[in-house]
């Protein structure tokens, strides 16, 4: 019955795109994103971990629009202190149906996209948590290095409210910007 229940919860078109994966997260992605206004940097705050950020810190991701609406992201970070060496990866970004603005399409390699949801996000885009259509992968992005108490305990409860394990998140050392 609960199955159930978030499964209808999701289906809700004033809720934007939404399902209920095989692992139970609810990946509801919100109904409104403004690509050019999502554009800029953002600060990593927390992330689950995963083979192709390990062992970074500083992190950040920066979106700007290309001229065939695709999006550029340049994600940025230091290898194991913010004295480490400094990686950066440069991919592309798409919105796959544009009745589905919250939803994403990351691709670092070729053709090979990955689904990008955008889950919550503040109405003055100071925040955003983002996943994906497993358990595997969320993150926590604030525009400043640090994140507000109130927003970061909204977002863990929203996380876990969608079934995420938030013990699993690591929090992102940052660096204030100079």
């Known amino acids: ?18 399902c209920t994966s095989s692992d139970g997260i609810v990946t ?13 940097k953002w600060y990593e705050v927390a992330r689950f971990d995963h083979r192709f950020e390990r062992d970074l810190v500083g ?3 920066n979106y700007s629009i290309n001229d ?13 202190s913010m004295d480490g060496d400094y990686k950066e990866s ?13 939803r994403l399409e990351v691709s670092f390699f070729l053709w090979f ?10 109405d003055d885009y100071r925040y955003a948590l983002v996943g994906s259509r ?12 640090q994140l507000d108490p109130i927003d970061k305990q909204y977002l863990l409860d929203q996380a876990k409210a969608r079934g995420y394990d938030t013990n699993k998140l690591i929090w ?7």
């Open 90 to 102: 440069e991919g592309k970004a798409r919105r796959p149906d544009d009745n589905v603005p919250g």
């Open 172 to 178: 992102v050392q940052q660096n204030e910007p100079k």
């Open 1 to 18: 019955m609960k199955r159930i229940s978030k499964t209808l919860l999701c289906c809700l078109p004033l809720l934007g795109a939404s």
């Open 28 to 40: 509801t992605t919100v109904p409104d994103l403004d690509l050019a206004k999502f554009a800029g």
């Open 59 to 61: 992190c950040t991701a």
């Open 134 to 145: 497993t358990e595997d992968y969320l993150w926590i992005l604030s525009r400043t290095p």
């Open 68 to 80: 065939d609406g695709t999006i550029k992201v340049v994600n940025a970070g230091y290898k194991e």
């Open 113 to 122: 996209y990955s689904e990008y949801n955008v889950m919550e996000l503040a």
